[in-house]
């Protein structure tokens, strides 16, 4: 009898999934919090204040750089679309509307200033000579930065060469970094003379 409890109770654990008791700890804890945040509240105190109260140094340190990384997952380059998106957001974030400009454009383009389909908006709006400068000024910077960004190698003269112009020379160094480990000795046995 004894026996079968056991058993029945061990099955049932092994049923349940992995992260079983992490789960029931995480909503004891929610429980425990909600309880002490209504009573907090029940007694007119900022339940944040008396929260970080009952943590420790070491804790809320923890959880800032939890949520620094979750702000700002800075992965650098992934793909072409997230590039974009990343461009966009930095671009969007530089606007400053100006709204007196923005308020004078709607009344003088009356119902031409929410385009429908059969509005004619062509000739409509002319950008102003600050917007234009603002936007040469802006392809610069990103022209400066892409030269930066992308340096010119260096030639080396002690190299072999063994290629016929510039193009082939890229050629000839893929092959050598994917291949070259493979190729090596039919490489040198050619360079020797003693291939067979």
Not at 22 to 37: F, G, H, V, W
Not at 107 to 121: I, Q
Request: include cysteine.
């Amino acid at each position: 009898k004894l026996n079968h409890k056991e058993v029945v109770e061990e099955d049932r654990r092994n049923k349940e999934p992995k992260n079983e008791e992490a789960r029931k700890r995480r909503a004891e804890y929610i429980i425990k919090e909600e309880e002490e945040k209504a009573a907090c509240l029940a007694a007119g105190k900022d339940w944040e204040i008396e929260k970080l109260r009952n943590m420790s140094a070491e804790d809320a340190e923890a959880l800032d750089r939890r949520r620094k990384g979750k702000l700002n997952p800075d992965e650098g380059f992934s793909n072409f679309e997230q590039a974009t998106f990343r461009k966009y957001n930095g671009l969007v974030k530089q606007i400053k509307p100006d709204m007196e400009q923005y308020e004078r454009q709607k009344v003088k383009m009356g119902d031409a200033f929410y385009a429908g389909s059969g509005s004619v908006v062509q000739g409509q709006h002319k950008d102003s000579q600050d917007a234009i400068s603002r936007m040469a000024l802006d392809v610069q910077k990103q022209k400066e930065k892409r030269d930066k960004f992308s340096r010119r190698r260096r030639h080396d003269p002690d190299a072999d060469i063994d290629y016929i112009n510039e193009r082939n020379m890229k050629f000839n160094q893929k092959l050598e970094r994917f291949y070259g480990s493979y190729t090596k000795e039919i490489k040198d046995n050619l360079e020797r003379g003693t291939a067979v």
